[in-house]
């Protein structure tokens, strides 16, 4: 057993095998310039107490751990507890980064920004950070997903953002990050890209990680104050994977605490319409990161798909590769319509409405809790509001708005 699983990445963006630089060699001193950069502010007392300042008084920090009684007696099984993030400003942990990132961007000089989005959560948080901080902000969304997520869309054409559809590929995550790679390569002088996942090329990984660690450091400290001991068990959806590592990492070397990822499966994990990339997945390169992804046997990019457009992404972080080969997470599967169950349950049992991404976390939470003892304590991040999924999730239950 390793004496520490935070050790990672090592200085060239390593997580062991995976992460690294993949990139194009225009990108790379911008790079090395951001990661320079970062360095710099993490040693910084006034850039980490404008961060802390923000993250309280506009973003509403810390979010409470609530304990989802009523669900806990349905399932009769451990004590639930509920990471709020979803009460957040703009709703959903997606902003924890986006301060972060924005205030490295202002630092740097940098006097625009792009970003890409699946579900437009990430969209929306950077279009918000944008807008505060007076900035111009493109933001690349497939257009399947525009038109799952035009709540979003609308509210980041509200914010100032300009939302630029992406027609190629699976018109989704995947190729939206495609695009957004594509303008940064051409305009790196002027911009700075907000990736809103713990994926693509070094040192994204490790700033959204550690700017997302909030989740996982306040979950920590409240849950001593309501229970006196850790947790038995931590869960998380995954997409791209920065809600999971934002949770996950301030537990990872508390060996005694449980983690378990969950992936959207999709129409199911034997079938081609399926977001599962590490239970389905093989390893390769793609975003700048070795990792693993959907693939043919030919190495070429499978189409991903996901009811919930925020984890409807072909790969996932590299550190949670790692992790997976580790054997220190676990990472399970929940398919569409088991997501959309957990969903009305969610909301009839504790009145909160929760987006389709944490949706999955919850199938896979309802599945297993009714298996394991009563004295064990979880704690389910609850990383967004469902309200933009109000209108998908009629449609898939046939009723007209």
């Known amino acids: 057993m390793r004496n520490s699983f935070k050790n990672f ?65 349905y399932l009769k099984g451990p004590k639930i507890y509920f990471k709020r993030d979803e009460l957040n400003h703009t709703g959903a942990h997606k902003v924890n980064n986006c301060i972060g990132q924005i205030l490295l961007a202002k630092r ?27 900035l111009p902000c493109v933001v ?11 709540p979003n869309v609308f509210r980041m054409k509200l914010l100032g ?4 559809p992406v027609d190629s ?15 940064w390569v051409t305009n790196v002088d002027s911009t700075f890209y907000i990736i809103g996942t713990c994926a693509g090329p070094h040192p994204y990984p490790m700033l959204v990680r550690d ?51 969950v992936e959207a499966g999709g129409k199911g994990i034997n079938t081609n319409r399926t977001a599962a990339s590490i239970n389905k997945g093989r390893v390769g390169v793609l975003h700048g990161m070795k990792s693993y992804m959907l693939q043919d046997k030919d190495g070429q990019i499978n189409e991903s798909h996901s009811i919930s457009s925020g984890l409807d992404y072909v790969s996932l972080g590299p550190e949670h590769s790692f992790l997976f080969e580790e054997k220190r997470i676990a990472y399970k599967v929940i398919n569409d319509d088991e997501a959309l169950k957990a969903f009305q349950l ?18 896979h939470l309802i599945k297993i809790a009714p298996k394991r003892k009563k004295d064990e ?22 009723i007209k708005l």
């Open 161 to 164: 953002a300009e939302v630029r």
């Open 140 to 150: 690349y969304m497939g257009t399947k997903d525009i038109e799952k997520q035009s």
């Open 211 to 261: 700017f997302q660690s909030v989740i996982g450091e306040e979950a920590k400290e409240q849950i001593m104050e309501k229970e006196g001991r850790l947790p038995d068990l931590l869960m998380a959806c995954i997409g791209g994977g920065s809600n999971a590592i934002g949770l996950f990492y301030p537990f990872l070397d508390d060996l005694d605490v449980e983690m378990i990822a």
């Open 9 to 73: 990445p090592d200085d060239r963006g390593h997580f062991e095998s995976f992460g690294g630089r993949y990139v194009a060699e225009t990108l790379m001193p911008l790079i090395l310039d951001l990661e320079k950069a970062y360095e710099e502010a993490k040693n910084d007392p006034s850039f980490k107490s404008e961060m802390n300042h923000l993250l309280k008084d506009y973003v509403g920090r810390p979010s409470p751990l609530y304990f989802a009684e009523r669900l806990t007696s």
């Open 377 to 398: 304590i979880i704690i389910c991040n609850l990383c967004g509001r469902g309200d933009k999924d109000i209108f998908m999730v009629a449609k898939h239950l046939g």
């Open 346 to 363: 969610c909301t009839k049992l504790e009145g909160i409405i929760p987006a389709l991404e944490p949706a999955h976390a919850l199938g």
């Open 169 to 183: 590929g699976s018109k989704s995550l995947k190729d939206a990050m495609n695009e957004a790679l594509r303008d």
């Open 108 to 134: 740097m000089g940098k006097k625009r920004i792009i970003a890409e989005t699946g579900a437009g959560q990430h969209g929306v948080a950077v279009a918000t950070v944008a807008a505060k901080f007076n």
